[in-house]
């Protein structure tokens, strides 16, 4: 698949290229022979190869571009070249660099509250210091005391018996040049010699399905190396609830899948630290997010009551604990910082969510929406935010659906219906299920085609109307009727990929839950559709998903579509801001503690709109037939 | 031995008792028929037995005078008779008791400040609470939050993964009834129940030699059990300095010293549970004292180099440490407190003897002198506190003196001498050995019959004016010229126990350097004798030696003896104090702060002193065989 970038120049002209998904606008600007400049070579470092978006889709934007734009920019749809790839066709036009260099940045010399941008403050600092052993007649001091007196006044006294134990060989090694690491007030670290300029960083999402970890570097915010793959805790069940039942009061079995998830990120620590060739020891600050469940499970904490009404978490507060006391051995010299829960499902992950959409400052009511198998909903403005959690389910993620898989090779993600049905499907390979993706995408078309109604009911057999092609996929097998999307003999299985009655009343359940979270909200803060300023879908099946079709099934509300935008994965993204900066971290804090929670269960309406919200968009085919037998 | 006791009626009369060295003046009055209330059993919980001491040597005051009389009233010998032993014939008169009663002082009604006694103010609280579940439709809580609603406001948000691992359980246990101890701002131990009366704390001093530890009732201050023994690292070097060789840039000999110390902590820790019946879980606070090398070793603090010039400390801070942190697995909710050091040597057991003496708010100039393998010398006023360590080496110990041995059954302890020698044996059991107070005692009286001279020369064979019997015991033998205490017929060994000229150099060594440390104070003070308005002996050595001797020998300047005073031992008490009274260990950093160290090597006169110090009072043979000659 390829887009048409048309770079616009101040003059009115255009140069164009054409660009892949892998490509960036910097790339279509050296394709269309555009001179966008890249003093940092192309990492996000600097703000040489700013450009504005003028129209068309782009991938949403990254943390870089926050951090060197400020998100004032990033809203108004400017963008790093370097970190921006396109979405579909798009245009978009060069902008002069702004005065300051991507050094300045580093160095500290912006004021970076007054510019919007992030800024970098994590809290580890490394100080150079020259020290010397006590000396003098009386020497009324001590070897730490020779070092605590080439730090800051704020830096306490005391430190950690690891650390103390170093102290004498250190303070007389090179000669008393050692390097100190703090963080706050804290000393977490002892170094011979200087180390300054190697200062790192993780930000950690885990998601009941997935775990994404990012390696920083704290110095210079860049991203050094992405590391992720499955929560292996998945075999011990799918979603939120399983896996709380799994655990729920057996102490071994909880210490199983604390086991699993620590061994997990001490694996991923040390992978992306050997990536970018950096030494775990340098590791001093991690931020961990994730949904209430999975932030108890990664401290050790019983998850029982979580999965009892009315579903209060442990503890809610912004912790911060050594990595030696969870443990977490790979990186052993870090600080792990959890972003707080607001209450019940609603977790560390949506806290990143807001931190990094920044739906705090709106002026604007705007929603931000994490699908998941869980889905957090969030609405509001500067003035007042409410959040509530819905259980949609593994549906969206092909669990419980007949043909259902994730979003992989072959499974189909796209549909389109006219006279037949045309599947897109991942890597252009043989069809071998549907994803979350696909399933919303097919029911949305097969809506506009009447393959289904209103109600989700599929197509009786003899009703007319319907190609011959369509007709034919249409048929009651062993597992109930079933609409065909692809043929066995064009498969890369041996028998059809088709989606049945009950795929679809599964998907019914999953996108009501979303839908009536965000309805709920809406209704709480007595809004209107059109008061919704902006829809951001965040997460990383957000992503994927069909706008058009989404608003089409009423898995999101009825906006227009360009008021719906993708976000990409927020989470992670908010976890790095709180990695990089301690302004970031304690805002969540603050955050937590100002944001209306929902209990959609407490709700007496819910039940009803829940209920309503099981439909999709159009007429029945009772109505159908009426509307037919009175015109 | 028996001792009398006069105890005075206001109207002149007089009621007398005999008693022994284990019994009180309490028992006194009660074989005398005086009416002396004990309300609270005589435990030392109350003041009912209050007496004040007219005249005659009693024990040294405890913890138990000072916390119920004050500090003011037992400077002017208020003594609780319970706790009060006699040290020879004393008359005593039984004073009213104070209005308030015992019970009054442990429910904190009255203002320890004013009343000038000890505040119990340990830090640990234990609070009672009723918690509830998390309740509400939107419960914006936590469990954890449920708990600390009930806390005071300063209590720390964040508690131990150990303790957060424990609220969801407990928190449904016993109907939220729970007890939650803290000390200072932190949560330290949560548990089902009512627990409040069951808070115990531990003191303990780690000397060279031995160590002493008491379990207190952090509630009434009551003490419960005391425990103690030989420091097992004994095997390793017997002074500091041996001690110190051994484990010097070698850190498994210094983590071999570290396990041994932990052990034997445990092992009292326990062993002081078990007799006062109580669970080591609920011991809270452990304070520890000792010198700089048994401190640093406590930590497994290198201590290489504080065994070289200039002899820094490590780290002089006031440290809290959490037991499991150490680890002290026996006491595993505990804080582990460490006293300050001041400087060098002047460790944190010379802190504890400070807070013991208060010797920081004295009106007039006092000094205190801990005597051990390293004697320390504090001399001073409220104005300002100076200090000093002087390495008197083992002698003192009975180490390398020929017949030395520790002050046990069978020790020499007291000589007298006559037309013939007279010795006192512990346990009056045939003499095996002699210990320091005996070997004190012995030259000082061998100074007076004229056996050794002011030089410590043993008088040679020949010279006239000697008893037969006297004569008789001076000779030279194998290991050089002696004097025999005890025959071999009258000893409990098949020899002569005897003082060598060699042993009477050890100990001018040790004891001039106890005796320069003090006159070095006093010169850098610039004081005369006469300005020393007391001379306090610290340590459980300086308890045993006799005052006079160690005047006539120069181990002690020349005061008039009713102003050199017995203290105990300073150090176990000042520990206590530390542990039942935050205000006292808090105190002690800033007094640590403020006390000038005198590093006796780095003074140029203290060569010339040290050697003068050597000497003892009186003439030299020369000099009486000139004054013989002259006159």
């Not at 019983?302 to 009404?309: I, N, P, Q, R, W």
Request: hydrophobic residues 40%.
């Amino acid at each position: 698949m390829t887009f048409s970038i048309a770079y616009h120049a101040p003059d009115g002209s255009q140069l164009r290229a054409e660009i892949g998904a892998q490509e960036t606008l910097l790339d279509a600007a050296h394709l269309a022979g555009v001179a966008v400049d890249a003093t940092c070579g192309g990492r996000g470092r600097c703000r040489s190869c700013r450009v504005k978006i003028l129209s068309g889709q782009v991938s949403p934007p990254t943390l870089q571009d926050t951090l060197q734009l400020g998100h004032e920019e990033v809203q108004e749809r400017f963008r790093l070249a370097c970190q921006t790839h396109a979405a579909g066709d798009c245009s978009v036009t060069a902008m002069p660099p702004k005065a300051e260099s991507g050094f300045q940045i580093l160095s500290g010399q912006v004021d970076f509250a007054q510019s919007g941008r992030l800024q970098l403050d994590s809290g580890v600092v490394k100080h150079l210091i020259q020290a010397s052993t006590p000396q003098g007649e009386h020497h009324q001091t001590s070897d730490l005391e020779e070092i605590l007196m080439q730090l800051p006044a704020q830096i306490e006294r005391q430190v950690s018996l690891d650390l103390l134990r170093k102290v004498p060989g250190l303070l007389r090694k090179d000669k008393g040049r050692l390097t100190v690491t703090t963080f706050g007030s804290e000393v977490i670290d002892l170094e011979p010699g200087d180390t300054v300029s190697q200062s790192y960083g993780m930000a950690f999402d885990i998601g009941t399905t997935s775990i994404v970890g990012t390696l920083m570097d704290l110095n210079s915010g860049e991203q050094l190396a992405s590391v992720g793959g499955l929560n292996p805790q998945a075999q011990y069940g799918g979603d939120l609830m399983s896996r709380i039942a799994y655990a729920q009061f057996d102490e071994t079995k909880l210490s199983t899948l604390r086991g699993k998830i620590l061994s997990a990120i001490n694996e991923f620590i040390r992978e992306a630290c050997e990536k970018a060739g950096v030494s775990t020891d340098r590791v001093y600050k991690i931020v961990v997010v994730g949904n209430t469940c999975m932030h108890h499970v990664f401290l050790g904490v019983d998850v029982s009551y979580v999965g009892l009404a009315p579903y209060a978490p442990v503890v809610r507060d912004l912790l911060v604990y050594s990595a030696r006391e969870l443990p977490l051995k790979a990186a052993p010299n870090a600080k792990v910082c959890l972003l707080p829960i607001v209450a019940g499902f609603v977790g560390a992950d949506t806290m990143a969510c807001i931190l990094a959409t920044r739906i705090y400052e709106s002026e604007q009511i705007r929603a931000l929406v994490d699908i998941g198998t869980n889905g957090e909903v969030v609405m509001g403005s500067k003035d007042k935010l409410y959040a509530c959690s819905a259980p949609a389910g593994p549906a969206l993620e092909g669990a419980q659906i007949r043909h259902g898989m994730r979003g992989a090779l072959g499974a189909i993600e796209r549909v389109s219906i006219d006279d037949d049905v045309n599947c897109k499907v991942i890597g252009d390979a043989p069809a071998i299920g549907i994803c979350g993706s696909g399933l919303i995408d097919a029911c949305a078309k097969m809506l506009d085609a009447k393959v289904i109604d209103a109600n989700g009911l599929l197509r009786k057999d003899g009703m007319p109307g319907l190609s011959p092609a369509l007709q034919e996929r249409l048929f009651k097998g062993e597992s109930g009727r079933q609409f065909v999307l692809v043929h066995k003999e064009e498969s890369g299985k041996d028998h059809d990929i088709s989606i049945t009655q009950a795929d679809i009343r599964q998907l019914q359940l999953a996108k009501s839950a979303i839908y009536s979270g965000i309805v709920m909200l809406r209704n709480v803060m007595g809004l209107s559709n059109e008061q919704i300023d902006e829809l951001m879908l965040c997460g990383g099946f957000g992503n994927y998903i069909n706008i058009e079709s989404s608003v089409k099934i009423r898995l999101l509300p009825e906006l227009p579509t360009e008021r719906i935008t993708y976000m990409g994965n927020a989470a992670a993204v908010g976890a790095q801001m709180a990695l990089l900066s301690e302004t970031e971290r304690l805002r969540s804090f603050d955050l937590a503690q100002k944001i209306e929670h929902v209990a959609l269960a407490a709700m007496p309406e819910f039940q009803d709109i829940f209920v309503e919200g099981m439909n999709f968009t159009g007429e029945t085919f009772a109505e159908q037939d009426r509307r037919a037998a009175s015109s």
